[in-house]
């Protein structure tokens, strides 16, 4: 029987995806005291203008991201994948947990994680996204019905400090091996051993340190094929997994990780969606015979998701070995 719902990997043809949404008079700008990862230059307008709409402050670049993450969608549905975005918030759920507003469904790899046959409600470390998986609940409801399992990670504390924290940003999957970033910015410990206790003795869920001013896992390395990865060796503590060392590896500079140059979207293996501006990224792939479709993101990447954060797959054509 073909398979109907799952995800073993980063790569395997994309057959099924959720797509973020911005609407321009949906992002309102919030400050939390998490967010190390900020450059200086952000740091400044989210603290300056924390709970003003960005179309307010900025009208072009709230809607060049709303542009961007349409053009993305209509990208991949033009590549024969099924496209699903999330649903926009309204009423209270638009102020759950904190009052600012923020509506924006940009990056859906955060709020959920698919594994396998799994569906996860993430908990994250941000309070105001904590929202986002009403606008998600509706597609994992369909999923169900197509033999999803459906678990919730426990809300971490509202001050940030006790988890557990699992989000989809961090976690990267390489069949049974699953690894989890941990910075102090997102997921943690506790929310690494939950994932463990869920998937159960078959996987190996591995904590992978980065330095404290990362965001996520996939804003220091993306897994491209089987034996290639992408990677910023100066933003983990440890090196990578042990299972990765030996892999040929694009490495990208503090400079290129910050533009997010390990955050694509994989189409299939040997395919990807690169942002524009990565361009020396680019010619490294296509050196190593990976077919990269550019693509102009600059909008959410300004605030700090790329193109991994702004999709999830919910099918993928690859098989556990």
Known sequence: MAQSF?????????????????????????HEDSQRWLLPEGEKVSRAHKGKRLL???????????????????????EGVTVHRPQRLEGEERTFLAPNGEG???????????IGDHIIDASLRLKCRQRERYGLRPIIQQAMQRGARWSSVPLGSPGCVDGPFLEGGDTLLNGYEIYVGISGCASDLAGADWLQALLGAKYRVIPVAMKSNVLHLDCVMALIKPGLLVYCPQKLIDGLPMSLRDWDKV????DEANLLATNGLVLEEGRVIIDADNGRVIDELR??????????????????????????PLLRESVLA
């Open 287 to 312: 050196k190593r015979k990976i077919d990269v479709i550019p693509l102009p993101f600059g909008g959410p990447i300004a605030t700090g998701g790329g193109l991994r954060c702004a999709h999830h």
């Open 251 to 254: 490495e990208v500079s503090i």
């Open 56 to 78: 307010d402050v900025d009208a072009e670049w709230a809607r060049r991201i709303e542009r961007q993450a349409d053009a993305l969608a209509e990208l991949v549905a033009r």
């Open 6 to 30: 799952g995800v073993h990997h980063e790569w395997g043809k994309l057959r099924e995806v959720v797509i973020g949404i911005s609407p321009a008079e949906d992002f309102v700008i919030f």
């Open 104 to 114: 924006a469904q940009l990056f859906p790899r955060d709020g959920m994680i698919v």
